[in-house]
């Protein structure tokens, strides 16, 4: 049994305020009662799994991180049409404006995490209790804050930078601090969490799918790698994570199969499991969304099916012949059947859906119990970091040994010698197009290289026009604004 399945909601448990259930109408949850900090190791840990609980929430993974492939061009959003989806459309169209709903999800999303982050690291120096549950806690503690901040600060840039908890006595309007800080911080919590956790190998049971060693040098490098200032770190930290145990499945389709979550390819995953006993729509739900939404529209593959995220015919030619990786990702005419069905091009506006995250009606036999993780970080990203790096530092050869890896797993031939600097840059972009594809990485490779120009530049030569340099920051939410006058907005908005 995965641990976050045992979460009991913490706002029952630490007086966090809340309106309604519907998750596009919660208030942040910024204040707390510090009389009814934990004391001893059980509470402590209850408190940590509920720091996780935010990643399983629509605002974040279950729908809004996955949207951004939507942005970036690999897909559009297609649903029922119309206004269904509007906030996803204007991101996509670049229209955005500082009431998008969409905007304000992912600017609240984290931070609920960040507060529970900040009270174990408060409280767990202090708890006399066994010293690895304390380590570990302060590990995840410390990991998760730099997740949560790493998610804000590529989408909004300047933040306010909050590492203690706030209760009635803070300052509850803080500022936006320089991004650079923002990072400072990212690095630092990283570095004491890859110190702190544990190897993957040494979680059992209920524990299974927590952060760990591996997650915080992984992301370390997604972070230096970002940054794109310190090129050898990247190369040195996928490096540590190549000797902690982890390889690539045999089969990339074990990567979106409930029966084989936390596989010896994940660093981290959002887990989601059936039967978490609340409703669909709710923050508390413990079920994955991405097989309900993405399913084919009246096609019957899946519970639910609502045709979100319709692949793009120029993401579709993306593919080189005989990649395998395309018949697990996307459906297609004349695609394998799925659960002995045949896809239609009918059931989607561009002719395509989205494979690779769909739970047969066969294994789960209503819209609302999707078990399938979310993956957020996986070897495969680590090996195509390593591949970037080495080419970066001109060892463009040594680069083609972790790319080659990747490639050969999907069925393809190695890469083509003697390339140069800037062809294999772009052939490891487009690697990690179609390798990570819809798991809400693509935008944030367009925001990265060259500043953002090479985002612009594609989004351009796809026909997205709208998109200019101020697209690559949201706006700050004017709701956010009217509440904290301090908070100043991203240029252009």
């Not at 448990?13 to 001893?40: G, H, R, V, W």
């Not at 559009?76 to 206004?83: D, K, T």
């Not at 690095?187 to 760990?212: F, Q």
């Not at 060259?450 to 998109?467: E, P, R, T, V």
Request: with cysteine; glycine share 8%.
């Amino acid at each position: 049994m995965k641990f976050i399945k045992k979460i009991v909601y913490v706002s029952a448990i630490f007086a966090f305020t809340q309106c309604s259930n519907d998750f596009l109408e919660k208030a942040p949850l910024d204040t707390i009662n510090t009389s009814n900090y934990p004391t001893n190791a059980a509470e402590l840990v209850t408190l940590v799994n509920g720091a996780y609980q935010p990643l399983q929430w629509p605002k974040l993974y279950n729908m809004r991180m996955w949207t951004s492939d939507i942005m970036a061009g690999n897909s559009i959003v297609g649903a029922g049409g119309g206004s269904d989806g509007i906030e996803t459309q204007d991101n996509s169209n670049f229209v955005t404006t500082t009431d998008n709903q969409g905007v304000l999800d992912i600017w609240r999303g984290p931070w609920p995490g960040i507060l529970m982050s900040n009270m174990v690291l408060k409280v767990a120096p202090n708890l006399s209790i066994d010293e690895d549950i304390k380590n570990r806690s302060m590990g995840e503690a410390y990991f998760l804050r730099a997740h949560y901040y790493f998610i804000l600060v590529r989408y909004f840039g300047d933040l306010p930078l909050i590492t203690t908890p706030q209760s009635s006595d803070s300052d509850l309007y803080p500022e936006r601090v320089s991004k650079d800080l923002i990072y400072d911080q990212i690095i630092s919590d990283l570095e004491k969490a890859a110190e702190l956790l544990p190897n993957k190998s040494e979680y059992t049971g209920a524990n299974v799918g927590r952060a760990n060693k591996g997650a915080a040098l992984g992301e370390l490098a997604e972070v230096y790698l970002t940054l794109g200032n310190n090129w050898q770190k990247v190369v040195d930290l996928t490096t540590q994570v190549e000797g902690l145990g982890f390889s690539l499945n045999t089969n990339y389709a074990d990567n979106f199969n409930p029966s084989n979550e936390n596989s010896v390819e994940s660093l981290f995953e959002v887990q989601y499991n059936s039967n978490g006993g609340f409703s669909f729509w709710s923050n508390e739900n413990q079920a994955s969304w991405t097989s309900t939404f993405m399913g084919p529209r009246g096609s019957n593959f899946v519970g639910g099916g609502w045709g979100w995220n319709q692949p793009t015919q120029e993401f579709i030619d993306s593919y080189e012949p005989n990649d395998s990786r395309k018949d697990i990702t996307v459906l297609y005419t004349g695609c394998p059947a799925f659960d002995g069905k045949t896809y239609q091009a009918t059931y989607s506006t561009t002719g395509y859906n989205v494979r690779k995250f769909l739970v047969p009606l066969s294994a789960v036999s209503s819209y609302d119990n999707s078990p399938l993780n979310f993956p957020i970080l996986r070897f495969s990203d680590i090996l195509l970091m390593k591949s970037e790096a080495l080419n970066e530092l001109g060892q463009t050869s040594q680069a083609e040994v972790p790319l080659n890896k990747v490639r050969n797993r999907a069925g393809l031939s190695n890469i083509a010698s003697g390339l140069s600097q800037e062809e294999f840059r772009n052939a490891v972009l487009k690697e990690r197009r179609v390798e990570l594809a819809f798991e809400g990485q693509r935008w944030f490779d367009l925001i990265r290289v060259n500043k953002g120009q090479y985002g612009l530049d594609f989004l351009h030569s796809i026909g997205k026009n709208n998109a200019t340099s101020k697209h690559l920051l949201f706006p700050i939410p004017q709701i956010e604004r009217d509440r904290n006058p301090k908070l100043t907005q991203n240029p252009g908005y």
